[in-house]
Nanobody, 126 residues
């Protein structure tokens, strides 16, 4: 059974840091790429970041470039999103999902396979 479990969200002051984790089971990173999305109240879901291992390409949405870093530990089948210099506008529910990650393409990141984590709340206070 494919499963994605996120952790690491919480409440932090502006300028602070959090590290989100997405532990995958039931498949390996040879089968799927894991990416991060977020959805703030009243806003559309937004693709935040992904890393295409085969093509060595990384995508970040413009608003997080220079502040967020995606990484993975293949031995643990876990993907991380290190979030630094957090801003109130980063407040959202963050989800990991299996994706098609093509940083050089018009879509850059899109859902593939239909597997999602349960989401983890990130709240940044001003």
């Amino acid at each position: 059974e494919v499963q994605l479990v996120e952790s690491g969200g919480g409440l932090v002051q502006a300028g602070g840091s959090l590290r989100l984790s997405c532990a995958a089971s039931g498949f390996t990173f040879d089968d799927y790429v894991i990416g991060w999305f977020r959805q703030a109240p009243g806003k559309e879901r937004e693709g935040v970041s992904c890393f295409n291992i085969r093509e060595q390409g990384t995508y970040y949405t413009d608003s997080v470039k220079g502040r967020f870093t995606i990484s993975s530990d293949n031995a643990k089948n876990t993907v991380y999103l290190q979030m630094n210099s957090l801003k109130p506008e980063d407040t959202a529910v963050y989800y990991c999902a299996t994706v098609d990650c093509a940083p050089g393409s018009p879509y850059a990141i899109r859902v593939l396979g239909g597997y999602w984590g349960q989401g983890t709340q990130v709240t940044v206070s001003s």
